[in-house]
């Protein structure tokens, strides 16, 4: 029966089968493999059907499932997987519902390299990617003997959404990072969601001093929490033999804890997203959780269902308030997926959010998702950071890069500001990104008395600097500048005095009909105000604005054919200056 199948018997051949190939009734095929190389390269059709592929390794009590859009009319890129550790063993590998994938069933080969075009046009140079395939939240963000960790949701398979494992990188400056093997793999529980990493000082879970444990969700057939832990600097993590921690109370959405360690209450706390709503859990050892409370039931927004919450404190004036980020996906202030925040009192059991003008976004932006902030911080630095996905759930699976899925945003430091009427977080880069500055180049201030075109600096910035600039309005209301390249693509930074906003217009931007919802004009509230600090950066495919020291932020993608090299004032009405203009390169 194997041999009727002419294109399994070209797979045999490229992959070396030792052993005999089965059809089944429902045209799955299953094929043992010795492995000789280190890795089996399957390729890929982005458009293509995904199938579910299971594979049995030799030491693995039982079999990895992956869901994999093998490719049928066209390969358009390749996805490994690594099997260096089974040389001279055989790994058995089932696809199912193969009969219109023969194109790429004919191709999947060994190989001992796995190569593609790292600098692709939209990869950034100083935002964190993951190597090649899908990424979206941050996961897991702990500081541990020196390093940040930054885990990601991570699907190495392919460049859309699925097979969600922890991908893992490790920087020591929050600016370069190095990549490691993806950290937490799917099991029979389901795929690993986000969630958060905590080390474990006092060995409050028997995992060992120090052990870092990271708590996350474990996706199947309901969601539930779980817990895994390392005590070698987060290389390796091993799974709780009792996961899950939290089971499933009947609540569909129930997914991304974030855990602390709340020195007063004496016990670990967790926040969980559960349907439109937050609830608080407490534990004395990561193991055993009971319930406190529940938060969100009228406050806020409603729009969508949230997800990623992270409660933390920070000091203003001396005194302690607790910032509670939710994450919302869609109903964010310019559509799809955006955070909100809530700013008010935490008493190991109960969050009590003030009285403000809620919802509260952090980022006005169309592409800040999902981001939380980093744990285990050190007392001496005593910063808030935050990283967020670069990307928005209406379209990330579509944008147009190739080997990769997405970027974060800078790092950021987030505090506690009074615009004038309340309290608000801002976020701002952290200082660290400074060390990125190259080559400095002012510009006389200029009193924009007509639309003015400054081509030359820009030139040799490669799509990839940071402006700097303080607007005085004067008489304008209506006034602004763009970025663009030659063939006239450009996003414009708006200020609207009379709406008292600030718009980013990506309409013409460049690729932009990849996703009909892409095409946008993002706002934000501002304050009205004689003078603005503007700081923008720009890597290749995106930009950042923070007004007034992150008291406004927008945080934008964009896809141009060529990269952005003339920048230029505009006004609608009145005159207004642009002062003490300085643009840096960007360069690791
Ligand atoms: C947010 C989110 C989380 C979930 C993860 C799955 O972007 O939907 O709620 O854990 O992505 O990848």
Redesign the pocket.
Known sequence: MCRNLIGFLLLSVLIISTGCNKKSTNEAIQHQLKIEKNYILIPIQEKADELKFTIHYPDASEPEILWIRLAQQQIDYWVKIDVTKFINQSVSIEIENTHRAELGVNNIKQSDKFEFEYHEQFRPVYHFTPQYGWM??PNGMVYFDGEYHLFF?YNPYGNR?QN?HWGHAVSTDLVSWTYLPPAIAPDSLGSI??GSAVVDKNNTAGFGENAIVAIY?SAGKEQTQSIAYSTDKGRNFTKYNSNPVIPNPGIWDF??PKVFWHNTSNQWIMTL?TKQSVTFYGSPDLKSWTRLSEFGNGIGSHAGVW??PDLFPLRYQGKTKWVLIV?I?PGGPNHGSASQYFIGNFDGKTFTADPLPYPLWLDYGRDN??GVTWSNIPENDGRRIFIGWMSN?DYANDVPSLNFRSAMTVPRELTLLHNGKHLIVASYPVAEINTLRGKKTKIANKTITTTTLVESILKEQFGVFELNMTIKPQQAKIFGFSLMNESKEKVKFIFDLNQRSIMVDRKESGMTDFHPNFASIPFAPLSLSNIYHVRLLVDKASSEIFINEGEIVLTNIHFTSSQFNQLEFFKEDGHWSAEDISIYELKR
């Open positions: 979206n939240d949701q959404w969600m969601f986000s969700t997914r991304d997203a997800e990623c994450s996906n998702y999902a759930w």
